[in-house]
């Protein structure tokens, strides 16, 4: 009776191997089925999310951007500019404190980036609609800031949680050039 009960036992347990070998590539399959195009679908929709334009038309100003390589944020701002109708381009710099200097932006202004645009430096994430003002009006000033890399500007992750100061520079003063 007890071998019985042995032999029942593990004929039970090899026909559970035999189900779940047959049962594990049908599951993998089946993941596979519905993975792949999710992959697809993702990853179309970042490309075109990130589509950068290929020949730039003459109406788009042209941005350059100082940037560390090292740095990740700076990387994500660059797509964000091209989104946003400008002509960019891409400088890997190890030396951003001399760009700093040329620009006379002081420590308490700094951000990861500086872009020059125009006439005009501009300092850190700052949003294209700014840029785009700035050179439509054309202030008698030397460049605009956006100090530090506030959560939620383009190119940092997050939303907007506070208010942003934006300063501008003129006769060697820096004042509060708008606020959003």
Same mark, same amino acid.
């Given at each position: 009776?007890?071998?019985?009960?042995? !032999?029942?036992?593990?004929?039970?347990?090899?026909?559970?191997?035999? @189900?779940?070998?047959?049962?594990? $590539?049908?599951?993998?399959? @089946?993941?596979?089925?519905?993975?792949?195009?999710?992959?697809?679908?993702?990853?179309?929709?970042?490309?075109?999310?990130?589509?950068?334009?290929?020949? $730039?038309?003459? !109406?788009?100003?042209?941005? *350059?951007?100082?940037?560390?390589? *090292?740095? +990740?944020?700076? +990387?994500?701002? %660059?797509?964000?500019?091209? @989104?946003?109708?400008?002509?960019?381009? +891409?400088?890997? *710099?190890?030396?951003?404190?001399?760009?700093?200097?040329?620009?006379?932006?002081?420590?308490?202004? !700094?951000?990861?980036? *500086?872009?020059?645009?125009?006439?005009?430096?501009?300092?850190?994430?700052?949003?294209?609609? %700014? %840029?785009?003002?700035?050179?439509?009006?054309?202030?008698?000033?030397?460049?605009?800031?956006?100090?530090?890399?506030?959560?939620?500007?383009?190119?940092?992750?997050?939303?907007?949680?506070?208010?942003?100061? %934006?300063?501008?520079?003129?006769?060697?003063?820096?004042?509060?050039?708008?606020?959003?």
């Amino acid at each position: 009776m007890e071998n019985k009960k042995e !032999e029942y036992s593990f004929r039970k347990k090899e026909k559970e191997k035999e @189900r779940l070998s047959r049962i594990r $590539p049908k599951k993998i399959k @089946r993941i596979a089925l519905w993975a792949l195009p999710v992959f697809f679908i993702v990853g179309g929709i970042y490309l075109w999310l990130n589509r950068l334009p290929e020949n $730039p038309s003459p !109406e788009q100003p042209k941005i *350059t951007v100082f940037y560390s390589p *090292t740095c +990740a944020c700076c +990387a994500d701002y %660059i797509p964000y500019l091209k @989104r946003n109708g400008f002509s960019v381009e +891409a400088v890997k *710099t190890q030396d951003m404190l001399s760009i700093k200097e040329q620009y006379q932006i002081p420590q308490k202004m !700094e951000s990861c980036h *500086t872009s020059a645009v125009g006439d005009y430096f501009v300092e850190g994430h700052m949003p294209a609609e %700014i %840029i785009k003002k700035l050179l439509a009006e054309k202030p008698d000033i030397l460049g605009i800031a956006l100090p530090g890399m506030p959560q939620g500007s383009p190119g940092m992750s997050g939303f907007k949680n506070s208010k942003w100061t %934006i300063y501008g520079l003129a006769d060697n003063e820096w004042f509060e050039f708008l606020s959003l």
